[in-house]
């Protein structure tokens, strides 16, 4: 290869030389080096890694871990370039679970400092320790050690002047390694960390969930103030935090986005939850968030630049969407007061059910109580002050410290849905107009053995023998307008029902029947009077706060979000 020849000036770099230039994209600076060693421990199964850095981790930086080691053979390999243990092929690519894949960290390290690595697999008798120093091995042998990994890092850039003397002052350089750091504290709070500087025990954390590592991290904040999101949707699922933006201080500049545990900058997605807040934030402030997304592998590409803190969404689009109707969901649900008294709610809000891995075992900006919230709408329509907007915002001034906004489609979708919730007899009300349907007598015979079941029900059905079905009643505080798509997903069941021997739990079918009717119609708009009438009925609802399917039915415009509304 060293022959050139006037026919041949192109040639194969050697490896050293490789991994020098590989070196220059993916190790800027020691907090590059530390992200890398911690990555690899998480990858490693630890359970516990401590950090040890010298001079903002210019002069050292060591990452000790108790995860499954290397065998020798491993332990060599480890620092060739497209090493890895971590996939195998292209399609594994699109299916990634863990944090490195490149095999080109400890290759990149290596070559551009002193490294000394000791390993040892837990069910090895002895280990191995590998020196290596600009990328060359100075030293392999069999050495006592603890199982898990330690990787020693110094020298850094020590033959590179020039990235050398770029590297800022300790307090800068140290400022990055604790930016790194927590980066992958957050999204692991299951692993304990040590962090030590110059000596200096900084961090002492033990296993912990999620909220837990949010408090032991920012000792200051108040958990009240944390606002939890929590949903599941087609495209990804969420959980997290976000601190109540009124309370975020002025300066903020710090937030965690998490994508399958990766700490990513995705500027589109932090806009929108900026977006968002900005009306509620002081001063120059940006949210201080923790959000966890989970998006399916092959739905991202993470693999965009080496440092992998970059993503690409297949749905883009659609997932801004939905993270900000979420997020502004939380929020408006975290301005519900705590009310003095009242009765026990047995539901929490929705954030709190829909629980995951991480999720938070604290109970933070709960409300426990039912406030009485239509109080004053109680008295009769003339009395209550109270505003339609768009025909389906009902707004109250009942309450002294803000108003109730009520979404009177969603509170006639609740108490729709709970008609059929109560047990039986239901009184029934004549229809004015009975609904007819054609029906063959398969579907009739199955009616037969359901008609005095539906009929406790509060729904009386004709069977006309050959010929059709005639719905002449519904349960008194269903609205006329049910009574032919109810008949109809009722003859859709018929068709479903194979068995007609088998008893149906009406009990729990009706209801769910219900509502699939009521999700798929659109919303329709109130009188005033219809309006307050559905609302006052509301207090007596099950759940007033959420639909079936957990929206929010109402939202509370306290003073303090008014307030800085105007701010
Ligand atoms: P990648 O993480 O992309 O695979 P690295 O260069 O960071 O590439 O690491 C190369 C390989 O060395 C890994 O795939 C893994 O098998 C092994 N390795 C690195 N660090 C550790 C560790 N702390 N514990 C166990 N194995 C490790
Ligand atoms: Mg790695």
Known sequence: MSIRTAEQRIRILPENVINQIAAGEVILRPASVLKELLENSIDAEARHISVWTEEGGKTRIQVTDDGVGMSPIDAELCFERHATSKIASVRDLYQIQTKGFRGEALASIAAVAHVELFTRRPTDEIGTHIVMAFGERRLKEPARCNPGTTLIVTQLFRQLPVRRKSLRSTPTEHRHNLQEFLRVAYPHPDIAYQYYHNEERLYHLPAQTLPERILALHPTLNPNELIPISEETPLFSIHGYLLSPEKTPPDNRENYLFINQRFIRHLALQQALWQICKPLLR????????????????????????SKTEARLIYEVEIRQMLMSIVQKAIAQSYMPLPAGGIALSEVPLAQRTGSDSAPSMRVNSH????????????????????????????????????????????????????????????????????????????????????????????????????????????????????????????????????????????????????????????????????????????????????????????????????????
């Open 283 to 306: 001063g120059e402030a940006r949210p201080l968030y923790w959000l966890f997304l989970r998006i399916p592998p092959h739905e991202i590409d993470i693999n965009v630049v080496p």
């Open 368 to 567: 426990k109580a039912k406030p009485m919230l239509f109080s004053g709408l109680r008295g009769g329509p003339s009395e209550s002050p109270a505003l339609l907007v768009a025909g389906r915002y009902l707004i109250t001034s009942a309450h002294e410290n803000g108003a109730w906004v009520i979404d009177v489609w969603r509170a006639y979708q609740r108490l729709s849905y709970e008609v059929f919730l109560r047990k039986g007899p239901l009184p029934a009300q004549g229809l004015l107009f009975p609904v007819h349907l054609p029906a063959g007598p398969e579907v009739l015979a199955t009616f037969a053995t359901w008609q005095n079941a539906l009929a406790h029900y509060g729904l009386q059905i004709e069977l006309r023998e050959g010929r059709e079905l005639v719905l002449h009643t519904l349960p008194a505080e269903l609205p006329p307008a049910l009574a032919q798509p109810l008949l109809e997903e009722l003859f859709r069941l018929a068709q479903e029902t194979p068995d007609i021997t088998e008893a149906m739990a009406w009990d729990e079918t009706l209801p769910k029947l219900l509502y699939t009717i009521l999700e798929k119609q659109q919303p329709r708009s109130f009188s005033l009077q219809e309006a307050q009438h559905l609302v006052e009925r509301l207090d007596q609802a099950q759940d007033p706060h959420h639909t079936p399917t957990g929206q929010p039915i109402r939202l509370f415009l306290s003073r303090e979000l008014l307030e800085s509304l105007f701010r």
